[in-house]
């Protein structure tokens, strides 16, 4: 069954909050995408994705849904109106009490469903500590690093859409048409196509260098915004929905005992 962490009584939670139930939190930003889409972007389609999967799950067992974190580290988005940031530390610290508080609930396992690239390398020492010191089984899905649907989306999409392109315009388009500014839809070319074919650097190749936003595109944005759909997004959601439903079921089903070390806290 689903419930939401913030509905709940204390009594409630305590009686739900043991070690078999699963923990979800979703992780977004408030960044600039471009003329085309709005600073929620990126929560919008976190959000979209959790409700997705968890209509997906049986009832076996409970779900305890915490409020989103609407902000993210976007520190590569800084320099464009409209970008709330948090550091990556700051980040970190937040995810550190969020654990410390389910671990004194008695809730163990954690599924953290994340729509923001930016938060990917902190995020990993967070949930690392979060395992050493309480003992917590944290699932890091992050839905960009899912297998990709490459029958929906071209190559060059993905390898060069990765910020207001394709593929977030038509989640966009599906979960929200109300905030995609149609008018301003189109191609955004990024710095990569540029590189001769078959470059090992690149901002997302083998080898990639730290970049802003402005360094891939004067807009901030990159890929092809103007091939997007709302049928392509909903088959987008359905695609990314039904791997975490699978992510979130495989975290209730997975056995704690090799977790059962006294936490370092």
């Known amino acids: 069954m689903i419930h939401q962490w913030q509905h709940l009584s204390a009594p409630e939670l305590v009686e739900l909050a043991g070690p078999d139930a699963v923990a979800v939190l979703t992780l977004g930003a408030i960044e600039q995408h471009g003329p085309h889409?709005?600073?929620?972007?990126?929560?919008?389609?976190?959000?979209?994705?959790?409700?997705?999967?968890?209509?997906r799950l049986n009832s076996d067992f409970d779900v305890i849904v915490l409020p989103p974190l609407a902000l993210g580290a976007s520190e590569e988005h800084a320099?464009?109106?409209?970008?709330?940031?948090?550091?990556?530390?700051?980040?970190?610290?937040?995810?550190?009490q969020?654990?410390?508080?389910?671990?004194?609930?008695?809730?163990?396992?954690?599924?953290?469903?994340?729509a923001h690239g930016g938060n990917i390398g902190w995020l990993?020492?967070?949930?690392?500590?979060?395992?050493?010191r309480f003992g917590l089984l944290v699932v890091k899905a992050n839905y960009m690093l899912f297998k990709a649907p490459a029958?929906?989306?071209?190559?060059?999409?993905?390898?060069?859409?990765?910020?207001?392109?394709?593929?977030?315009t038509a989640m966009m388009l599906y979960?929200?048409?109300?905030?995609?500014?149609?008018?301003?839809?189109?191609?955004?070319?990024?710095?990569?196509?540029?590189?001769?074919?078959?470059?090992?650097?690149?901002?997302?190749?083998?080898?990639?260098?730290?970049?802003?936003?402005?360094?891939l595109n004067?807009?901030?944005?990159?890929?092809?915004?103007?091939?997007?759909?709302?049928?392509?997004?909903?088959?987008?959601?359905?695609?990314?929905?039904?791997?975490?439903?699978?992510?979130?079921?495989?975290?209730a089903e997975m056995d704690l005992s090799r977790f059962e070390a006294q936490p370092t806290c």
């Open 218 to 251: 004067p807009e901030g944005v990159v890929g092809d915004a103007a091939a997007a759909t709302a049928e392509l997004g909903r088959l987008l959601i359905a695609h990314y929905a039904d791997r975490l439903a699978r992510v979130i079921s495989q975290t």
């Open 98 to 114: 969020i654990g410390e508080g389910l671990y004194r609930a008695g809730l163990r396992r954690l599924v953290i469903v994340n």
């Open 37 to 55: 889409l709005p600073l929620s972007t990126d929560l919008d389609i976190a959000c979209g994705l959790q409700a997705a999967a968890l209509a």
């Open 151 to 168: 029958h929906l989306l071209g190559a060059d999409e993905l390898r060069h859409g990765l910020h207001g392109g394709q593929a977030e």
């Open 175 to 215: 979960l929200h048409p109300e905030r995609v500014r149609t008018a301003q839809l189109r191609r955004f070319v990024s710095v990569a196509e540029t590189l001769p074919q078959g470059a090992v650097l690149g901002p997302e190749a083998e080898a990639s260098w730290a970049w802003l936003a402005e360094d």
């Open 124 to 132: 990993g020492q967070a949930a690392l500590s979060l395992r050493r």
């Open 79 to 96: 320099s464009f109106a409209g970008t709330l940031s948090l550091t990556a530390g700051q980040m970190s610290d937040q995810i550190q």
